[in-house]
Nanobody, 127 residues
Framework: QVQLVESGGGLVQAGGSLRLSCPASVRSFANYAMAWFRQAPGKEREFVAAISRNGDSTNYADSVKGRFTISRDNYKDTVYLQMNSLQPEDTAVYSC????????????????????WGQGTQVTVSS
């Protein structure tokens, strides 16, 4: 069983930054590929960023490339999402997800790839 608890969300003005954290309660965090997804009101959940088990590979949605950075610390069992140049369209509930992955460098972008999910943290960007 994997427990994920996101933190770091909040209210920020357009152009600002936030850093989300997601520590995992799990025995072998390095066995899990991780990702961030977001869901805005009235919209479907969408992929934001993914990182492989060993951290060597990352993948981003086109809408956040160059602004967001996903990273992980396998000693602290935590995945992060650094969000810069935030825009009102980034407003959503952000959730982290974990997938027990076989390949160390694989990333996964579909919600159905992930078994474990956190509750989410609200990010609101004002114009």
């Amino acid at each position: 069983q994997v427990q994920l608890v996101e933190s770091g969300g909040g209210l920020v003005q357009a152009g600002g930054s936030l850093r989300l954290s997601c520590p995992a309660s799990v025995r072998s965090f390095a066995n899990y590929a991780m990702a961030w997804f977001r869901q805005a009101p009235g919209k479907e959940r969408e992929f934001v960023a993914a990182i492989s088990r060993n951290g060597d590979s990352t993948n981003y949605a086109d809408s956040v490339k160059g602004r967001f950075t996903i990273s992980r610390d396998n000693y602290k069992d935590t995945v992060y999402l650094q969000m810069n140049s935030l825009q009102p369209e980034d407003t959503a509930v952000y959730s982290c997800a974990a997938n027990s992955a076989y390949y160390p460098r694989a990333t996964y972008t579909q919600p159905t790839d992930y078994t474990y999910w956190g509750q989410g943290t609200q990010v609101t960007v004002s114009s």
